[in-house]
């Protein structure tokens, strides 16, 4: 399979109110060419949020399926969207691998992570730490 793109589906009970917090708040990119409510995520993905008749009210599961966005300045992505009434439910956490990750739920409660990789921040998960020094 060659894959050319990715495109992810949000459906909404509401998809004009998604829509407006992905491209008022998040402030995401329009992708015009594919109609209204598609955004442009990095070069080779596309965020649809559409209408479906199957759809209704918050998300049952908001954590099965995550959208992280890979940000290069995780510090002024996690302001702005706090000033802009954002309410995280973890706040520039730090992975072992260097990752330093802040989460919210979008209106619809989809969980949604904005994401930096910062190499220098790496360490050796406890659970294989060795205890030698």
């Known amino acids: ?7 992810i589906q949000l459906a909404s009970g509401d998809p004009e109110r998604l829509r407006a917090f992905y491209k008022d708040i998040v402030q995401l990119p329009t992708e015009e060419h594919m109609g209204p409510g598609a955004f442009k995520i990095g070069a080779m993905v596309a965020l649809l949020i559409v209408d479906h008749s199957e759809v209704s009210g918050m998300a ?4 099965r399926t995550m959208i992280d966005l890979h940000v290069e300045d995780i510090d002024a992505e996690h302001d702005r969207l706090k000033a802009a009434g954002v309410m995280f439910t973890r ?3 730090v992975e072992f691998w ?7 739920n979008d209106p619809d409660g989809n969980t949604i992570q ?20």
């Open 98 to 104: 260097g990752g330093v990750i802040s989460t919210f």
């Open 1 to 7: 399979m060659n894959v050319t793109h990715i495109s």
């Open 60 to 63: 049952k599961e908001g954590a």
């Open 114 to 133: 904005v994401i930096q990789h910062k190499p220098e921040l790496a360490r050796v998960p406890e659970d294989q730490a060795t205890g030698v020094a």
């Open 91 to 93: 706040e520039k956490g």
